[in-house]
């Protein structure tokens, strides 16, 4: 009888916290700017990890010679992105900085490469879905769907105040699709 009681509160437990933390994962998503950015995929050539697009942002590459900033970087380390929205609607990077620069559009991401461009991530280099999904969305994000040309596409993202970027959907022809977790 106790060792049931006692395996009940701990599966209430976990679940609470699971609920806690997709509870926690939506709201930032809901609450966060949204901004749009060019992206392209491809190909990983990792079968581990499971059913996913690899995809690239302007984030992903940064020329330092192009933005403002610092430019005195470490792998592993910081980098906070200031970003500003241009005339077509989509986010790009115009400063790059080691410590919080305190006002307007700052993604947060870690370092993965110094050189003449910082190469970074943002924990949006990934997009996870089911099978047949994730390989639509790659081969679109490619550049072909059956051998045609594909319209360039915009991952929607929501940049919440702490800096922390979350994919929210794709524009795909004009086509907004945004992800519902429920």
């Given at each position: 009888?106790i060792?049931?009681?006692?395996?009940?509160?701990?599966?209430?437990?976990?679940?609470?916290?699971l609920?806690?933390?997709?509870?926690?994962?939506?709201?930032?998503?809901?609450?966060?700017?949204?901004?749009?950015?060019?992206?392209?995929?491809?190909d990983p050539r990792?079968?581990f990890?499971?059913?996913?697009?690899?995809?690239?942002?302007?984030?992903?590459?940064?020329?330092?010679?192009?933005?403002?900033g610092?430019?005195?970087?470490?792998?592993y380390?910081?980098?906070?992105?200031?970003?500003?929205?241009?005339?077509?609607?989509?986010?790009?990077p115009?400063?790059?900085?080691r410590?919080?620069?305190?006002?307007?559009?700052?993604?947060?991401?870690?370092?993965?490469?110094?050189?003449?461009?910082?190469?970074?991530?943002f924990?949006?280099?990934?997009?996870?879905?089911?099978?047949?999904?994730?390989l639509?969305?790659?081969a679109?994000?490619r550049?072909g769907v059956?051998?045609?040309?594909?319209?360039?596409?915009?991952?929607?993202?929501?940049?919440?105040g702490?800096?922390q970027?979350?994919?929210?959907?794709?524009?795909?022809?004009g086509?907004?699709?945004?992800?519902?977790l429920?």
């Open positions: 009888m060792g049931g009681l006692k395996l009940g509160l701990i599966a209430a437990a976990m679940t609470g916290f609920v806690f933390m997709l509870v926690s994962h939506e709201t930032a998503r809901a609450t966060g700017t949204e901004i749009e950015m060019s992206v392209e995929g491809y990792d079968i990890l499971g059913h996913y697009a690899e995809i690239r942002t302007p984030l992903s590459r940064i020329d330092l010679a192009s933005v403002e610092d430019d005195t970087f470490e792998p380390q910081r980098v906070f992105v200031t970003l500003e929205i241009d005339a077509d609607g989509l986010a790009r115009v400063a790059v900085h410590a919080q620069p305190g006002s307007g559009l700052v993604a947060e991401g870690r370092v993965t490469w110094v050189g003449d461009a910082l190469v970074t991530r924990n949006i280099e990934r997009y996870y879905a089911d099978r047949d999904e994730a639509a969305l790659q679109r994000l550049g059956d051998g045609e040309f594909a319209a360039p596409a915009r991952v929607i993202l929501s940049l919440t702490s800096g970027l979350m994919i929210k959907g794709f524009e795909i022809d086509e907004r699709r945004i992800d519902r429920w």
